[in-house]
């Protein structure tokens, strides 16, 4: 069973490709060093555009080709935008801000391409353990701090040949793309850190209820006081996340699960520990009666195998409530935390 829903590891792209978007140029139409710039900014708008169908897919569309194709979309954009700004001349010998902008999309390119493949890659790794999926967001942080720093150096030198130029550059209002990329990014860094949270549960309940399905005791026992351990850290954090812009949904619902996990592992899962025990005293009790002739067996012998039978039987009745209330419970809430996402993110990502 896979993790109902996963990270989205779009965030500080979306920062890095929307750096330059409320930057406002001034000048006269036919100064070169203007045009210069324009001609660039055009250029990577058109980048712009696809990241946010990109980021929209990513955030509203149930259809995984549809975002696979986004990406790929994306990708070649960016790919065509760097070639097109390799080619333009430099400025009257100055390079810096061509080479500036062909070196980020450069980065663009191989971080969708390469570091970004290998973190979709290693999706289905990271749903084997909380640590896996630890390392899985960590590289992404990685990923995203290579174009966080290109765009620092791109955004100076924009800076910096606008002041040799003599272009007036300003930082104007944001436009409707620019603001929803912001908006995209500060959603889905937020949703990362709640799912982080819901995932090291919500993973070992998964490992709990493997160690029941092998009726292995001894790993019901552990993983019971793992999920507990987990339930109460994982409250704990949620207290010290604030709302997205006072939006609580998310840790709503992740706390009714995250008590259900603690009654789970402190109180039902003692039933069906407690029925593999009386299963397994059942059948050695079976064992030795069944060893013994109808002849040779005392009062004692049938009223300790009738004793055995009947918590057996106890047992199983309280066994069969247990673990369907469990079911029913922990579908309901995990349904619910997933049309809670999915609430969150058309909230606060708006649609393409």
């Known amino acids: 069973m896979k993790a109902p829903t996963k990270p989205l590891i779009l965030s500080a792209i979306l920062i890095a490709f929307g750096q330059f978007i409320s930057i406002s140029l001034f000048g006269q139409k036919l100064d070169n060093a203007y045009s210069y710039m324009e001609y660039m900014d055009k250029q990577y708008r058109k980048v712009m555009e696809d990241m946010w169908d990109y980021s929209s897919a990513t955030a509203h569309s149930k259809s995984a080709r549809k975002i696979e194709n986004r990406r790929k979309d994306l990708i070649v954009t960016t790919l065509k935008v760097q070639q097109s700004i390799a080619k333009m001349p430099d400025y009257n010998g100055d390079k810096g801000l061509r080479d500036s902008a062909v070196s980020f999309l450069s980065l663009s390119y191989y971080v969708l391409t390469n570091d970004f493949a290998k973190i979709v890659d290693m ?65 889905f860094k937020y949703y990362n850190t709640v799912y982080l949270v819901f995932f090291k549960s919500f993973k070992q309940d998964y490992f709990l209820s493997e160690a029941i399905q092998k009726q292995d005791i001894n790993a019901m026992e552990q993983n019971r006081n793992s999920l507990l351990k987990f339930a109460i850290e994982g409250a704990k954090k949620l207290d010290t996340i604030k709302g997205l812009g006072g939006d609580n949904s998310l840790k709503v619902t992740l706390k009714q699960l995250l008590d259900f996990y603690k009654v789970e592992a402190s109180v039902k899962i003692t039933v069906i520990t407690n029925y593999y025990l009386k299963k397994e005293n059942f059948e050695k009790a079976k064992t030795e009666f069944d060893a013994k002739s109808e002849f040779v067996r005392t009062k004692d012998d049938v009223t300790q195998y009738n004793k055995a039978l009947t918590e057996y039987n106890k047992a199983v009745a309280d066994y069969n409530r247990v673990a369907n209330e469990i079911s029913q419970k922990s579908k309901l809430l995990i349904d619910n935390w997933n049309r809670s996402v999915e609430s969150f993110l058309d909230r606060h990502v708006p649609k393409k």
Do not use: C, P
């Not at 040949?161 to 930082?171: D, G, I, L, S």
């Open 123 to 187: 999706e289905e790794i990271a749903e084997q353990s909380y640590d896996k999926m630890e390392a899985y967001l960590m590289a992404q942080e990685m990923a995203d701090e290579k174009l966080n720093q290109a765009s620092d150096r791109l955004d100076n030198e924009w800076h910096d040949f606008a002041k040799r130029n003599n272009v007036k550059v300003t930082e104007g209002s944001k436009d409707k793309l620019s603001k929803n990329m912001d908006l995209a990014n500060k959603t």
